[in-house]
């Protein structure tokens, strides 16, 4: 069955860093890959797409990959600050237009 | 992008009890979806809420115990049917814009005791 991994449950860094959160699936070749991130008692709120035939995607201070070789996707926010601090959950597009989760990542940026 | 309103936004049930969610679009869209996230957990689907039509279940999960209605584009609820307290969650109506992009409300966080 289709399956996506976010390799670290928690991360913790300092403040001005570059996080770097992964992302991983098996058993499927989706057509694109999100990135969502979710604050605590809130929906998620959507950050980024790319798709298969895209390797790179930039917003502001966030940066996505997407390695459709490698079945992996990295999600990086560079000059961290703690207001990034939430969970960050990849996502990928199944069947029927259903979107399907990874387990997400917590991220804490310590000032 | 859409402005999702869902209601209530919390609740403490007892168990055996049926609540049912309500979510409500600001514009009219196609495609419109429930989650559920328990505690500590990531988002799973429970089902597409189809218009004019039966909601479309995920595995593991029946119309028996979480009916959907979806009377027109803007509008939908979830029961959550004879609750028992592993219904405990959050649960998230969301629609998807642009054939891509997921917006979701803010949620219902379910406590059953």
Redesign the interface.
Known sequence: SQKIEQNSEALNIQEGKTATLTCNYTNYSPA?L?W?RQDP??????LL?IRENEKEKRKERLKVTFDTTLKQSLFHITASQPADSATY?C?L?SS?????????TRLSIRP | SAV?SQKPSRDICQRGTSLTIQCQVDSQVT?M?WYRQQPG?????IA?ANQGSEA?YESGFVIDKFPISRPNLTFSTLTVSNMSPEDSSIY?C?V?LF?????????T?LSVL
Do not use: C, H, W
């Open positions: 694109y999100q969502y008692g809130r929906g998620p709120v959507f797409l959950l996502a597009d029927a237009s259903k979107i399907i989760f990874g387990s997400g | 999702i495609m979806f957990q990531s988002l799973t689907l597409t479309t998230l969301s998807l054939n891509e992009k997921l917006f979701f409300g803010s949620g966080q």
